[in-house]
């Protein structure tokens, strides 16, 4: 009889599903979750998800939950040995328990390279190099990610580009969103980080007055500082949200004109491929990993001068309006699954564990 081997699926201290690592974490968790009992049956595999106290449970009962401790950025031990331990994002500050035997992480950006200059950005290139010398295998969200990790990292190991899953929220409940006709409005969401670039969009917002744009964001700090910006410059065709639930996310992607995503560093770009799943037109910044992944299927912003960009989306929303370009966008939008991503993840897992072994 084979010996039971444990996986370790590390969340780090991501305590909430509200931005981009947070929807992967969830979507990944929950599929590999799904998949738990057929891998202990098959090939004696059991998962553990290594996160906070507060998410225990949200995974099902057919893996088990170690607690997160912060202690265990110093000296971290387990109960169980585990023959591999995969850190989901590269800001978990957790090394893998003593005694592991392969270790995997995935990397989803190297974004600090764009925004941080000097000591900042030697401190953060200096902490992932140190992250990822203690590993056997990497994994990024794109192969522009890839090579900033080669470029960057020091990393010359085995690394191997999985795509993350994007979910079709088509079929999801919608909820108008109160005070906001669906008139095709122009559409953005994300953290609205300043590396989102949204001040370009009120930029042009301020020469485009019959047009309305709507911001979705969860932080109600950094929403309350556009709102001031917003209030300043008297953007009447301007709205602002924070924390919109699925079913409204899922209305305002359905009923907005165009998808605008100026966004200046991204590791993958969930929120273009949600749009696109509604065969949206969608308009991106021609930076990092975005014309990999928006493809074909997106127009882009070559700069971000108002006029121009106005160019732009006037352009997508004509060419959305073609016989055939919503079924092209939404069949690009299809290639993105979290079944397609689960299946390279677990391919990969048995690989690691067999490799262990020999």
């Known amino acids: 009889m084979l010996t ?32 738990a009992p057929g891998l202990r049956e098959r090939h004696q595999v059991a998962l553990h998800f290594h996160a906070v106290p507060a998410l225990h449970g949200c995974f099902g009962s057919e893996v088990g939950y170690l607690a997160v401790r912060r202690s265990q950025e110093w000296w971290h031990r387990q109960p169980v040995r585990f023959s591999l331990w995969h850190t989901l994002n590269q800001l978990n500050r957790y090394p ?11 990397v989803h950006d190297l974004n600090f390279l764009y925004v941080k200059q000097g000591y900042s950005r030697w401190r953060a290139q200096r ?18 990610v890839a090579a900033d990790v080669r470029r960057h990292a020091g990393w010359s190991g085995p690394m191997q580009t ?9 079929g999801e409940p919608q909820s108008p969103v109160e ?25 042009m917002m301020a020469l485009w007055s019959e047009q309305t744009l709507v911001l979705a964001g969860p932080s109600a700090e950094r929403n309350a500082q556009l709102q001031a910006r917003v209030d300043g410059q008297r953007l009447r065709n301007v709205r602002i949200f924070t924390m919109v639930d699925e079913a409204r996310k899922a209305w305002l992607y359905a009923h907005c004109a165009a998808f ?23 308009v991106l910044a021609r930076r990092t990993c975005l014309p990999e992944i928006g493809g074909d299927a997106a127009l ?6 108002p006029d121009s960009m106005r160019r732009a989306i006037e352009r997508a929303i004509a060419g959305g309006a073609l016989p055939g370009r919503a079924d092209q966008v939404r069949a690009h939008a299809a290639k993105f699954s979290w079944e397609r991503a689960t299946d390279a993840y677990v391919e990969l897992y048995l690989r690691l564990l067999q490799a262990s072994t020999v």
């Open 4 to 35: 039971m081997r444990h996986i370790g699926i590390s969340l780090g201290n991501i305590d909430r599903f509200v931005d981009g690592l947070g929807e992967f974490s969830r979507q990944l968790g929950n599929a590999l979750a799904e998949r």
């Open 96 to 106: 893998a328990p003593q005694g592991s035997e392969c270790h995997l992480s995935t």
């Open 127 to 144: 902490r992932l190099r140190r992250l990822l010398a203690g590993n056997d295998q990497v994994v990024t969200i794109s192969d522009h």
């Open 162 to 170: 999985i795509y993350n899953g994007v979910r079709d929220l088509r």
């Open 179 to 203: 005070g906001l006709r669906p008139q095709g409005f122009l559409f953005h969401i994300s953290r609205m980080a300043p590396s989102k670039n949204v001040e370009s969009l009120l930029a």
């Open 260 to 282: 605008v995503f100026p966004s200046l560093t991204e590791g993958f770009g969930l929120p273009p491929i949600e749009a696109m799943h509604f065969g949206k037109p969608v």
């Open 300 to 305: 882009y912003f070559d700069d971000f001068e």
